[in-house]
């Protein structure tokens, strides 16, 4: 029940957004833009879709559409990046399916992983968020993927044109500017902005909390070189968050 509840719901956001299904690995989705045919705005597309999963989780959890019981939610991760990769019927001569392999699906499937280490559900590179101005998005840093010899920045995707408006948005950003500042710089007072944007961010979508909260424990990922890096691939897990209330 819960992985036909998550995986029908959840794909329907892909092919809503003009993306391409890929394949389910275990309790993942694997989705692509751009290919088999050209996708006007692929990555705010692909950026779409994951803020539409966002919701739905939210619902689904709400409504304890899992089965799991009250105070028993199901947490997701996704990860999107933008760049080339091969794309077409792969496989056996038996049996082979249409899919994407290269370096940027193994970038997504990397900054989705990621999404654990951040504490937050939707990260977006670089490469994907150049095509995204006006929208509600957060420094978070730069890591160490596996396989990549470069730091990959990455983003927190908050919501999109319409939460970057917003007045508590606004404030947020600058805050956060404040505090990418204060770790970059190895600046005393990091605490106090942390806990002012904690407050702010407090009416903005969930999970800014224990993203906040766990970025003062990431201090290096503000500190080191950062480097920034078509198809846009998204990758993503769900992971059963017993007894949370997040």
């Given at each position: ?77 996704i ?91 606004a ?21 106090k902005i942390?806990?002012a ?50």
């Amino acid at each position: 029940r819960f992985l036909n509840t998550l995986l029908d719901a959840l794909s329907r956001h892909v092919t809503a957004n003009e993306g391409t299904l890929d394949k389910f690995i275990g309790d993942s989705i694997m989705a692509f833009w751009n290919a088999p045919v050209d996708v006007t705005d692929h990555p705010a597309k692909a950026v779409r879709a994951a803020l539409a999963m966002r919701e739905t989780i939210a619902r689904l959890n709400e409504s304890d559409a899992f089965g799991f019981g009250a105070g028993q939610t199901v947490r997701i991760g996704i990860g999107i990046h933008t760049g080339v990769a091969c794309v077409g019927n792969m496989g056996a001569e038996s049996r082979f399916n249409y899919s994407a392999v290269g370096d940027a699906v193994n970038i997504a499937a990397r900054i989705e992983t990621a999404c654990k280490t951040v504490s937050f559900d939707i990260l977006a590179s670089d490469d994907t968020v150049r095509s995204l101005p006006g929208w509600a998005l957060l420094d978070a840093g730069s890591l160490e993927l596996k396989g990549k010899s470069a730091r990959t920045r990455i983003n927190a995707v908050v919501g999109d044109e319409n939460v970057a408006s917003s007045p508590d948005f606004a404030e947020l950003r600058l805050l956060h500017g404040k505090l990418v500042e204060a770790l970059h710089s190895r600046l005393p007072g990091s605490r106090k902005i942390i806990a002012a944007a904690k407050a702010k961010a407090a009416g903005l979508p969930a999970g800014l909390q224990d993203f906040y909260g766990r970025i003062s424990r990431r201090a290096d990922d503000f500190v080191a070189k950062r480097a920034g890096a078509a198809v846009e691939a998204n990758a993503g897990y769900a992971e059963q968050q017993f007894g949370s209330g997040s």
